[in-house]
């Protein structure tokens, strides 16, 4: 079975840091491209950050760029986001989602998502 | 405020049929760049519907479809069945921001 898991969410303070993980099972995690997707209480969806298949190419919304940073292990089947200088509009549902595939860029696998709150 | 446009809210009967907005600039939709829509229903995590502005991923119902034209996009949800109340999300890719943009999202609420 195609999945993603998250983890490493949880309560933080503002300006602190915390590293999610994505864990990958049932497909060619190396042959994906892959993203950060999160979803604050009650609001949409926010794309956050992508990395290519290889890890060569990475890409952050502006709302992030310069605090997180985004990463792969193709040995593990893993992805990760460090995200650090948190603030309390960080507060959000992260998912980790898969790009379809090289010539459709949609998100066609998304994990269960994993919470982060940033608060005092 | 997102770079995609959608209605806050959309409701219809059972059996009806319901239609979705998405609207964007010459940045992203208008730029040539595909649309996708997501489901979301409450609790859960997104699920794709349509990708490449009218295409189904597999067991995706096909009362469900897309279209796109000039710097808009639409989805149409036929036969309006109970399950289908969620929310709806567009997304496309967005050359000024070097990224992907999503709609402010849809509520559908089958009455």
């Known amino acids: 079975e195609v999945q993603m898991v998250e983890s490493g969410g949880g309560l933080v303070q503002p300006g602190g840091s915390l590293r999610l993980s994505c864990a990958a099972s049932g497909f060619t995690f190396s042959s994906y491209e892959m993203n950060w997707v999160r979803q604050a209480p009650g609001k949409g969806l926010e794309w956050v950050s992508y990395i290519s298949s290889s890890g060569s190419t990475i890409y952050y919304a502006d709302s992030v760029k310069g605090r997180f940073t985004i990463s792969r292990d193709n040995a593990k089947n893993s992805l990760y986001l460090q995200m650090n200088s948190l603030r309390a509009e960080d507060t959000a549902v992260y998912y980790c989602a898969r790009t379809y595939n090289w010539d459709h860029d949609a998100f066609d696998i998304w994990g269960q998502g994993t919470m982060v709150t940033v608060s005092s | 405020q997102s770079v995609l446009t959608q209605p806050p809210s959309v409701s219809g009967a059972p059996g009806q049929r319901v239609t979705i907005s998405c609207t964007g600039s010459s940045s992203n939709i208008g730029a040539g760049y595909d649309v996708h829509w997501y489901q979301q229903l409450p609790g859960t995590a997104p699920k794709l519907l349509i990708y490449?502005?009218?295409n189904r991923p597999s067991g995706v119902p096909d009362r469900f479809s897309g279209s796109k034209s000039g710097t808009s996009a639409s989805l149409a949800i036929t036969g309006l069945q109970a399950e289908d109340e969620a929310d709806y999300y567009c997304q496309s890719s967005d050359s000024s921001l070097s990224g992907w943009v999503f709609g402010g999202g849809t509520k559908l609420t089958v009455l």
């Open positions: 490449d502005n009218n």
